[in-house]
Nanobody
């Protein structure tokens, strides 16, 4: 069955760090390029990172140099290390396959709140 469970969010002050995790189904994880997305109130959901099956990564300019995506093949996990967080990073964070559409299954996401 499909499974995407995000965790690790929380409230931090600007400059702080958080590490998010995404537990995906084996079928999804083992066959897909995975990505992280976020959606702030009033904004559209945006993709901020991706990682291929070989480990090649790409990042949106807004998070480049601060966020790192990785994957754990043994545990079917996708990680997002977030450093030097800014208030503009406040959003609900989701994981899914690369270029996921609105019609497909999405998890509940995990809330990240960054204060001044």
């Amino acid at each position: 069955q499909e499974r995407l469970v995000e965790s690790g969010g929380g409230s931090v002050q600007a400059g702080g760090s958080l590490r998010l995790s995404c537990a995906a189904s084996g079928r999804i994880f083992q066959t897909s390029i995975m990505g992280w997305y976020r959606q702030a109130p009033g904004n559209r959901r945006e993709q901020i990172a991706r990682i291929t099956l070989r480990g090649t990564t790409d990042y949106a300019d807004s998070v480049k140099g601060r966020f790192t995506i990785s994957r754990d093949y043994a545990k079917n996990l996708v990680w997002l290390q977030m450093n030097n967080l800014k208030p503009d990073d406040t959003a609900v964070y989701y994981c899914n396959i690369d270029r996921a559409s609105s019609r497909m299954y999405w998890g509940n996401g995990t809330q990240v709140t960054v204060s001044l």
